[in-house]
């Protein structure tokens, strides 16, 4: 059974830096692509980075040059670098993985 639990989320200045991480168990972590979404109030979840099994990555446009996501195979976690944070990355952070999602962390971006 796929078991995702996020972490890390908060409140942070506009500026500040953040990084998210998700705990993996019941599958095998370095088998999959792993991905962050993100769900602010009133708008659709939606996409903001993969990583594959091999690595590679893509971001949404709205974070390139910002998030990092990454991954530890060894240790069953994706994590997400998330800098020069603004108000409108304020959301619920969710790590995603072959049809299962984790609860979510809330991130709030605020002075």
Not at 6 to 16: D, H, K, M, R, T
């Amino acid at each position: 059974q796929v078991q995702l639990v996020e972490s890390g989320g908060g409140l942070v200045q506009p500026g500040g830096s953040l990084r998210l991480s998700c705990a993996a168990s019941g599958f095998t972590f370095s088998l999959l692509s792993m991905a962050w979404h993100r769900q602010a109030p009133g708008k659709q979840r939606e996409m903001v980075a993969v990583i594959t099994s091999l690595g590679d990555t893509n971001y949404a446009d709205s974070v390139k040059g910002r998030f990092t996501i990454s991954r530890d195979n060894a240790k069953n976690t994706l994590y997400l670098q998330m800098n020069s944070l603004k108000p409108e990355d304020t959301a619920v952070y969710y790590c995603y993985t072959s049809n299962s999602w984790g609860q979510g962390t809330q991130v709030t971006v605020s002075s």
